[in-house]
């Protein structure tokens, strides 16, 4: 089975003073992609994993490369440095806030619109869901869950968005106990969702174990260039 690091990205930023936690500068996220492109990897998207389940072509070396939240800055620094070094992202849309900024967290981080949204090439860029209100998943009922689910597809539809049928949990959280649990993953089910996507900074072997539990390796902006491609190849370090 090979392995599938899964990359989680949030804000980017013109300054290296600003790189720390959620936000990563320019200089570090283009040291980044540089070592992917030059070390071989090939950035997937999801999509791309449903042709590649029952082949043997899968690539030796693959990366899937997310970002959440959908802020103006990704598109206008991520994108371009995606695009030069020839690699796919997936960035996932907490839909109540297009067009506005992040409430739950700065109140001031501005989000794309629908005409950016759909500005971004297909090739390289593949939406996705982050729930409508980016709320806690395991603080939520399962008719407030459905209600979330049913708001996310009007906005799509509303707005003639093309977004996969994979959903990054926000904050991460989703609920982790029985009879609960099974109830949150039957709503996935219903929805048609493909993959759950976690955090739990372990590097994943394709196929998933369990595709609603899918890991992610959440890379901080202090992140050196030497701590990234220890996650890269072992998940969380615990010696940096």
């Known amino acids: 089975?090979?392995?599938?690091?899964?990359?989680?990205?949030?804000?980017?930023?013109?300054?290296?003073?600003?790189?720390?936690?959620?936000?990563?500068?320019?200089?570090?996220?283009?040291?980044?992609?540089?070592?992917?492109?030059?070390?071989?990897?090939?950035?997937?998207h999801f999509s791309d994993l449903q042709q590649l389940k029952d082949s043997a072509d899968f690539p030796k070396k693959a990366v899937i490369i997310t970002f959440d939240d959908v802020y103006v800055n990704q598109l206008e620094l991520a994108y371009p440095?995606?695009?030069?070094?020839?690699?796919?992202?997936?960035?996932?849309?907490?839909?109540?806030?297009?067009?506005?900024v992040d409430e739950w967290n700065t109140n001031s981080e501005k989000l794309m619109s629908v005409a950016q949204l759909k500005s971004m090439d297909e090739a390289t860029i593949e939406l996705g869901l982050h729930s409508f209100a980016h709320k806690k998943y395991d603080e939520l009922s399962e008719d407030e869950i459905d209600e979330d689910f049913e708001k996310s597809k009007a906005f799509?539809?509303?707005?003639?968005?093309?977004?996969?049928?994979?959903?990054?949990?926000?904050?991460?959280?989703?609920?982790?106990?029985?009879?609960?649990?099974?109830?949150?993953?039957?709503?996935l089910v219903k929805h048609q969702v493909a993959y759950g996507?976690?955090?739990?900074?372990?590097?994943?072997?394709?196929?998933?174990?369990?595709n609603y539990q899918v890991q992610r390796l959440d890379i901080k902006g202090e992140d050196s260039l030497k701590k990234f491609k220890f996650k890269l190849r072992h998940g969380k370090s615990f010696f940096f």
């Open 197 to 210: 996507l976690r955090i739990g900074n372990r590097v994943n072997k394709f196929p998933f174990k369990d």
């Open 1 to 44: 089975m090979p392995n599938l690091p899964i990359l989680m990205y949030h804000g980017v930023s013109t300054k290296a003073s600003e790189s720390n936690g959620l936000t990563i500068s320019t200089k570090n996220l283009e040291a980044q992609f540089r070592y992917l492109k030059e070390n071989g990897y090939t950035s997937l």
């Open 156 to 187: 799509i539809i509303d707005n003639q968005l093309n977004v996969s049928n994979v959903l990054a949990y926000p904050y991460g959280k989703f609920p982790r106990k029985n009879p609960v649990q099974n109830m949150f993953f039957n709503l």
């Open 81 to 100: 440095l995606l695009q030069k070094y020839g690699l796919k992202a997936a960035f996932y849309i907490p839909f109540k806030y297009v067009n506005g």
